[in-house]
Nanobody, 122 residues
Framework: QVQLVESGGGVVQAGGSLRLSCAAS????????RGWFRQAPGKEREFVAG???????SYADSVKGRFTISRDNAKNTVYLQSNSLKPEDTAVYYC????????????????WGQGIQVTVSS
């Protein structure tokens, strides 16, 4: 069974940093695009960052310059380094996998993790 499992979330003060990880099991995802999305209470799920199988990246304007997505294909793991965090970054963060790249819409992703909470206090 294919699974994506997020880790690294938690509570951090504004201006701080977190590194989220998403490990894949059950299938080699090295040829898949991988992405991070987030959903704040009362809001729709939104794209945060994505990375293609060869390393091409895309970011939401709200996180450009602060967040960095990377992947380790040997470990089937994708990372989201989040710096200069703001209270408005507070959300449940989801990792996902897509067959094609570029992929910036949630409808392009067909495998999802369970989500992990990130809370940024002011």
């Amino acid at each position: 069974q294919v699974q994506l499992v997020e880790s690294g979330g938690g509570v951090v003060q504004a201006g701080g940093s977190l590194r989220l990880s998403c490990a894949a099991s059950g299938r080699a995802f090295s040829s898949y695009a991988r992405g991070w999305f987030r959903q704040a209470p009362g809001k729709e799920r939104e794209f945060v960052a994505g990375i293609g199988w060869s390393g091409g990246t895309s970011y939401a304007d709200s996180v450009k310059g602060r967040f960095t997505i990377s992947r380790d294909n040997a470990k089937n793991t994708v990372y989201l380094q989040s710096n200069s965090l703001k209270p408005e970054d507070t959300a449940v963060y989801y990792c996902a996998a897509a067959r094609l790249w570029p992929a910036v819409s949630m409808f392009q992703y067909h495998v999802w993790g369970q989500g992990i909470q990130v809370t940024v206090s002011s």
